[in-house]
């Protein structure tokens, strides 16, 4: 009936308003979770690599603080569109967080993963150097299988080369490679 074709509609657009962020239109970690998890199972039966590059801000705290929240919206929307962006259109940028992103590419290992990790941040850079705050961006990369062959251990090994990248001063990309 048309009733029940109307439902399905909205039940389908309600679901996928579920997976993405309200703010940026990208997929939410529900949303990236899920993706996750499917292109994990497809990478093992076809033995290839994925790659992960998980992304924070450096000092965002800074823009909220200093140009109030609404700039703060604005800045993360700029943001998603500039790391929308930079990668392939196969590529899924997520936004995992307050001012946390993650990228999931498909058939990527480390070297291009870091490649990818680093052409995000130069261009995070450059589009932020001449605002009131200029920003910038760390990024910690990871590759399936090598550094991880589930999504936790991924994410975590991910989030672990992030925060070496912020020990060294931020505005730069670790690699899960050259973790102690």
């Known amino acids: 009936s048309r009733v029940q074709a109307r439902l399905d509609e909205l039940e389908g657009r309600l679901s996928e308003t579920a997976r993405r962020d309200a703010l940026t239109g990208l997929l939410n970690r529900r949303g990236f979770e899920e993706r996750l998890e499917a292109e994990l199972a497809r990478a093992t039966r076809a033995e290839r690599p994925v790659a992960l590059i998980l992304g924070d801000l450096d000092h965002f705290k800074t823009v909220n603080d200093r140009l109030g929240h609404p700039a703060g919206d604005a800045v993360l929307l700029r943001i998603a569109a500039v790391l929308e962006g930079v990668g392939r259109r196969s590529d899924t940028v997520a936004r995992i967080g307050g001012e946390g992103f993650v990228f999931m590419v498909r058939d990527a290992d480390a070297d291009m993963a ?17 605002e009131p705050v200029p920003l910038t961006a760390s990024f910690g990369t990871v590759a399936f299988p090598a550094d991880g062959t589930t999504a936790a251990s991924l994410l975590e090994t991910a989030d672990r080369a992030l925060y070496a990248a912020k020990r060294g001063g931020g505005n730069r990309s670790a690699r899960a490679a050259g973790l102690p």
Do not use: M, Q, S
Request: charged letters at 40%; proline letters at 0%.
């Open 114 to 130: 870091f490649e990818l990790a680093e052409r995000a941040r130069v261009a995070l850079e450059r589009a932020f150097a001449d």
